[in-house]
């Protein structure tokens, strides 16, 4: 049954079995994308033609690898700024709400702690259409009322970056409140007795000690901007983030470069996990 | 000195305050509440803006509509079941089964396919299951058949993609739970006589409960307002309700008829998770930690 009990050889047998078939069903799609990438064919699929790296390097009429592909490369572009400034802001506003809810007592904290939560249980594509439609509201009575053409208010990349900002907070406020729980507050105490008021004591001690929360939660903040799809849907304009731009692409028939980007998203963010791994094991 | 302590913390609060309340009232409160107001607008024969529920009568109205909801519902309800079959034996294995030394590996290589974006995952399905695709592509070098068939398309294998893309908030829940169940219980058990079956279901799913539920609601409320998964893999009988969402709003510029769909969704997603905290007599803020 478990360890320290006796077990028949066919439970442990057939408990193995079934964890790798369940970890080849886990990595299968993954490794099949990324060996797909070096295929010397047209499509991405089977049979094998002999290795490549055509998909990544080539600038060839019928064959144009990802290092030349401009609209790829673009988005790509775009997909990195929006995550940059996602992060930025998720993060800040992340921090101040762990500090709201772990360290101030005010009227009506179970409420806004409760709302901060709602971005967890509402779904992406309901966070994105509304939005839109508010951001739109916005906008004609500006229009209307003062004649103003505010840009903000259409689709586009800021509206994409407050959308995706809108519930990554809420899992930076999780992470960095987390953390802070565990702070002992009596350092805070203690330097405020020699002098130091509060915005010090938070800047000299109590964010250091969050670092590593802080520092984690920024890097999921990062990851899960990049590869949103549901809230961006709604709120992009012509500039195109990655998942989406790749979604255009294999809704209209695919090409051996979205192996190949597939392949270089798989190294990276697998790289982006284990350097999160290390910082956060170095936390315990 | 009281009261400048005192008012200094006052300081501090408005200054977190100020961002939070900004983030939560432009970008949570007010969009719902339009959207909300949205869906009870609509045009009357005049081509004038009224209030009115059109949106939800046309929602009882056409079949496609509400069937393509209670489909959603209910496929989403399978895939969280789904998930939990295929996740708990998985989470035993790496809490109570398998070497110490082996848990931290396994349990990373575990997480590592779900820092992938999802569109990444999406596709590598897409290549394996199509008819010119990898598999199809064996099992005819393997002379098992002789014709490649679609497997994409299929309502089976939309839903082999959504508890793909779900297993990650199955899987994380349901080992930190099972972690901190004691193994002395399951040896006690053991050593009265108690087969497996009775152990699993006498002590293990009532002690892994919280993990249960928390998995769930999070698998189901991740599913029900998926788009990239049924979109790319389903067929085109299998319309899943966010599509309806997007047609609304990108195809037909019906917003309003749009944003009475979207609550319609936001109202069935919060009433699945109000329903699950209250017959596991659990709250929010406890599931999310």
Redesign the interface.
Known sequence: ?????PQSKGYAIG?KL??LA??T??????L??CI?AFNDSQ?????WKGFTLGWFTANLPERVGIFHDQINLDSIWISIQTAFFVTLLSV??GT??A??FE??D?RLRQL????????????????G??????ST?LGIYFEEKWNLDVGLFRPGFWLVV??Q??FI?TLVT?VVS?RLKKFDRTLEEAAMNLGA???EV?WHITLKYLRPAIIAAGAVAF?MS??N??TT??LVGSEAT??IN??LQ??DG?TPV??AI?FL??VG??M??LVN?YFSKKEV | MKTEIKKQFRWGLLFFLTPVLLWLILLIVLPQIDLFVMSFRSENDAGEMVWSITNYLNFFHEPIYWLTFVRTATYSILVAFFTFVIALPVAFYITKVVKPRFQGSLTLLLLLPFWVSEMVRVYGWMILLRESGVINHFLLKLGLMTEPIEMLYRDSTMILGLVYTSMLFMVVPLISVLDSLDDSLIEAAYDLGANMWSILFKIIIPHATPGIVSGSIVVFMLTLGNYLTPNLMGGKNSLWFTEQIYNQFIASFNWNQGSAFGFLLLFLSSLVIWIGLKLSRQTLSKVVQ
């Open positions: 049954m478990i360890r320290s009990l408990f079934y964890v369940y970890f069903f886990l990595f299968a799609p993954l099949v994308t797909l499509f991405p699929s089977l049979p800040f506003v101040c709400a500090f709201l360290q101030e005010f806004l702690y409760f709302l901060m939560l709602a971005p967890l249980v509402i779904p992406g594509v309901i966070l259409i509304s939005i839109l439609m508010f509201t407050l959308g900002f809108s907070s999780l987390a008021n509060r915005f938070i990851l990049f590869e799809f549901n849907l709604f990655l998942p790749l979604y294999v809704r695919s979205i192996n597939s998203l798989i963010t697998s982006a996990a791994l």
